[in-house]
């Protein structure tokens, strides 16, 4: 008998974690309503009228035998056939909710009460009645519990806080029957949803994850004009972030379920059918992680749907005066009173009361990127000390006198700056491992309070005099590091570094690093591409470059290409025979090694440059590769 119980006491959640539960099992499963339901002898009230009879003209036998013989007669009903069965409320609540309700009833103890509960279940289910596997949902200890489930209730008064905290002690003590256990304190609905699937998992009833394959999602409130469809399409260009209406996801609701106007549905109900429509977007575009909802319109929804997600959900409420959004609105004046009548009318403008994020949106656009940058990036930045693996600069796999100049430099700019200084990381091939002691130049990556250029130029001045290897430094301040506001080539080297592909060699307890994502260095390392074919493309059309520096764009373009592709190298022969090995073509100039490059001349280099250049161009117009008659004037190496 596959028999599964979630317990708890009252407004625990029990009754929506079911029906979240059976939406995504439909007829796999039978969820066992409450014990009354399956009782013929249940008396027909409701509300003061049931609680009169339950707790004063009842006599303490009848209540429990009644309750002991449902929950008899529930198992029955609902295990005639083979499946699942999940019960709402198994043996220990009912137990726990009898002796609550002898103990006040009857003003005894709890050793009493106990007694007389234990003697009705033998002589109803038998000596042995087995538990079933159970998962309970816990509110804390009894009197914190307690207080959380009256302040769910409406119209509770003190003898139903009494009970309720007498059902959460009685709870406590068969806490131990329980095969599992969820903090659902402490947990948003959602959180709970999925633990207790997770749960389920063990006994063999496998559910996919609610919203599992969801990240984060930022609702968006506001009037008409204030910029919702603004912060949304920023949101996607800069976080790749998914753009959904509500207004959408409820139409999608109402004709799965056929509901003629969602909107006479309990605003819970309608969350949850919201999530439900999110969690099937979601599932079918796996590969997505982030969302916006737009137009969040209604106080109402918007309060379920965050006690739903918790704080997967923020919620962003967009303001801006009467003036900038007539302003901005391509309706006459008349039209955007009648939109704000409606969104007034639905609460639209209440939902700034309750957001997470209020913003002033009457400035110029870069003001609103700044806030929605700090929004995206602060959630997901984690300790940078925790998540960077740091080496001694001595350490490195380099030429000798490349790491005596990285520890060199370390050494003089912590001086300098002090606890100013928040990261030093080596980058390039010095830190790759791959550096030529001829040719190669020490790169590095440092992060650092704001106001240090001055002193930081004065050390560089003072270390460029000294060292040995040609210094090159990229710097960032620790906000443009926390909202990734650097360039493509940065961007690829905080990438590395928070892969572990390279590491540190300082980093401050207190620096936090952002979340660099698959998408974003995807996007970026076009960037980088594009941004490397210019610069090849600049000394070939008569602008001075060194020989170097023009070997080095040609090695970056393939690598860039080789990367798009899911290749990552370094070493410029791997680089070289990677690319040729994926993108051949007949004509064009194979990329030299660096011993190769060292008995090449500029105008050598600078074919290979035109080669390759010539290729991408190409290759970008989806033409065929080019055959060696294309390229009459170039040089073979």
């Not at 009648?338 to 209020?358: P, S």
């Not at 301040?477 to 990438?495: F, G, K, V, W």
């Not at 280099?605 to 590769?625: D, M, R």
Request: aromatic content about 6%; charged content about 25%; overall charge negative.
């Amino acid at each position: 008998m596959n028999v599964i119980a979630l317990d708890g006491a009252d407004n625990a959640g029990k009754t929506t974690q079911l029906r979240l539960l059976r939406r995504a099992t439909g007829d796999e499963v039978r969820i066992g309503a409450s014990v009354h339901h399956y009782q013929p002898r249940w008396p027909r009230l409701s509300g003061a009228e049931l609680a009169h009879w339950w707790f004063t003209e009842s006599r303490s036998e009848e209540l429990v035998t009644l309750l002991l013989d449902g929950y008899r007669r529930r198992l029955d009903a609902l295990t005639d056939r083979p499946g699942w069965v999940v019960l709402d409320r198994g043996l220990a609540t009912v137990e726990a909710s009898c002796v609550a309700s002898v103990m006040i009833k009857d003003d005894c103890s709890a050793r009493d009460a106990e007694a007389l509960v234990a003697r009705l279940r033998a002589e109803v289910l038998g000596e042995s009645a087995p538990d079933p596997y159970s998962v309970l949902l816990g509110l804390g200890p009894a009197a914190e519990g307690a207080a959380l489930s009256v302040g769910r209730e409406r119209g509770a008064d003190e003898r139903y806080a009494r009970y309720q905290y007498l059902l959460h002690t009685a709870l406590e003590t068969r806490r131990d029957r329980h095969s599992a256990v969820i903090e659902a304190d402490r947990a948003d609905i959602v959180a709970v949803q999925n633990e207790f699937r997770s749960h389920l998992s063990q006994v063999g009833l496998h559910v996919r994850p609610l919203l599992g394959d969801v990240r984060r999602v930022i609702g968006l409130g506001g009037m008409s004009e204030s910029g919702k469809s603004s912060a949304g399409e920023y949101l996607r260009r800069r976080f790749a972030t998914t753009r959904l209406k509500l207004g959408y996801l409820i139409d999608l609701a109402a004709a799965r379920h056929g509901l003629a106007d969602p909107y006479d549905e309990e605003p819970r109900l309608l969350a949850e059918l919201v999530v439900d429509e999110l969690d099937r977007y979601a599932h079918a575009h796996y590969y997505l992680l982030d969302y916006t909802i737009e137009s969040l319109h209604r106080p109402d929804i918007t309060s379920e749907l965050k006690r739903l997600l918790g704080k997967r959900l923020d919620v962003v409420y967009l303001d801006a005066s009467p003036e900038v959004r007539a302003r901005r609105s391509l309706v006459d004046p008349a039209a955007l009173a009648r939109n704000d009548e409606v969104k007034r009318a639905r609460g639209a403008d209440r939902i700034a009361a309750t957001c997470d994020l209020l913003v002033d949106n009457s400035g110029p656009r870069p003001d609103l990127e700044l806030v929605l940058d700090r929004l995206m990036t602060g959630a997901t930045a984690r300790p940078a000390a925790a998540s960077l693996r740091v080496t001694d600069p001595l350490e490195l796999a380099a030429p000798t006198a490349l790491r005596h100049a990285a520890a060199t430099a370390l050494h003089g700019i912590r001086t300098a700056l002090g606890d100013r200084l928040l990261l030093f990381a080596v980058a390039g091939s010095v830190g790759f491992g791959t550096a030529d002691p001829e040719l190669s130049d020490l790169d590095v990556l440092v992060v650092v309070e704001t106001g240090c250029t001055s002193d930081l130029a004065a050390e560089l001045a003072r270390l460029r005099g000294e060292l040995d290897a040609k210094l090159g430094i990229t710097v960032l301040t620790r906000h443009e590091l926390l909202m990734q506001r650097c360039d493509s080539r940065t961007y690829s080297a905080l990438y590395s570094l928070g892969q572990g592909r390279i590491g540190c060699q300082y980093v401050s307890a207190d620096l936090e690093l952002p979340d660099f994502t698959r998408t974003q260095r995807h996007q970026r390392t076009i960037e980088y591409l594009a941004r490397t074919l210019h610069e090849i493309r600049r000394p070939l059309l008569g602008v001075e470059t060194s020989r170097y520096r023009l070997y080095k764009s040609v090695l970056n373009a393939a690598k860039m290409q080789l990367r798009l592709a899911g290749v990552e190298e370094t070493d410029p022969a791997a680089i070289s025979a990677e690319f040729e090995r994926m993108f051949p073509a007949r004509g064009r100039i194979r990329i030299p090694d660096r011993e190769e490059y060292r008995e090449l001349g500029m105008d050598e280099i600078a074919a290979v440059a035109s080669s390759v250049l010539h290729w991408f161009e190409e290759y970008l117009t989806g033409t065929p590769a080019p055959t060696t008659a294309d390229l009459p004037s170039l040089t073979t190496v």
